[in-house]
């Protein structure tokens, strides 16, 4: 079975543009996680989706929106993009977030805001 | 507002010694993950404890879970290089998001 991809791998822009970083999940699997991860602040939650509805969201800025599609690929975007924007985004998939603790992480992709 | 704290923060050892890593909460836990991750990966799931008490064990990897549910331990024995990476432990917020520590980054030396 494949893995969760994550496109692009890696992704440089400049302050004030906006961003749209794309998550496949394991095929079957309707619940897609996206967190952020920096050196200074760790793993934090950005928000999830299940069925194409948003169910859960983290204390991010509004900048920071997605979306899932039918076929439970998610896309996440960053608009307005700051400095402190540059991180590794990560999704994660599961059956079921609410009745799974099973989780299955991306590779990331690896922001740089210039 | 949840908070993990992982101890400690970097560990370097040589190759076949014994660590041990911690994760503490400022509440209870519905259940609780250990997760490795690599560098220019994402982290890996290595096992969920959710009793009280309960201990796990994967291989080289003991984990175990305080009674009181805030607080748990990954064991490792005679770590090798393959081990090094960042552990983190994330607690489920009973179904809502995962609330992750700091982390513990592990180097074993050949």
């Known amino acids: 079975k494949a893995g969760v991809t994550q496109t692009p791998r890696y992704l440089i822009k400049t302050r004030g543009q906006q961003v749209t970083l794309s998550c496949s999940p394991i095929?079957?699997?309707?619940?897609v996680s996206w967190y952020q991860q920096t050196p200074g602040q760790g793993l934090q939650f950005l928000f999830e989706?299940?069925?194409?509805?948003?169910?859960n969201k983290g204390n991010f800025p509004g900048r920071f929106s997605g979306r899932q599609f039918s076929n439970s690929r998610s896309e996440m975007n960053v608009s307005t993009l700051e400095l402190g924007d540059s991180a590794l985004y990560l999704c994660?998939?599961?059956?079921?977030?609410?009745?799974?603790?099973?989780?299955?992480f991306g590779p990331g992709t690896r922001l740089t805001v210039l | 507002t949840q908070l993990l704290e992982q101890s400690p923060q970097f560990l370097s050892i040589q190759e076949g010694e014994n660590l041990t890593v911690y994760c503490n909460s400022s509440?209870?836990?519905?259940?609780l993950q250990w997760y490795r991750q690599e560098p220019g990966e994402g982290p890996v799931l290595l096992v969920t404890?959710?009793?009280?008490?309960e201990v796990k064990k994967l291989k080289r990897l003991t984990f175990q879970f305080g009674d009181a549910r805030k607080d748990s331990s990954l064991h490792i024995t005679a770590a090798q290089p393959g081990d090094t990476g960042l552990y983190l432990c994330?607690?489920?917020?009973?179904?809502?998001?995962?609330?992750f520590g700091p982390g513990t980054r592990l180097s074993v030396l050949p």
């Open positions: 994660a998939s599961s059956l079921d977030r609410r009745t799974s603790a099973m989780q299955y």
């Open positions: 095929s079957g699997h309707r619940s």
């Open positions: 989706y299940f069925s194409e509805t948003q169910r």
């Open positions: 509440s209870v836990f519905s259940s």
């Open positions: 404890v959710v009793t009280g008490g």
């Open positions: 994330a607690e489920d917020n009973y179904g809502q998001n995962f609330v």
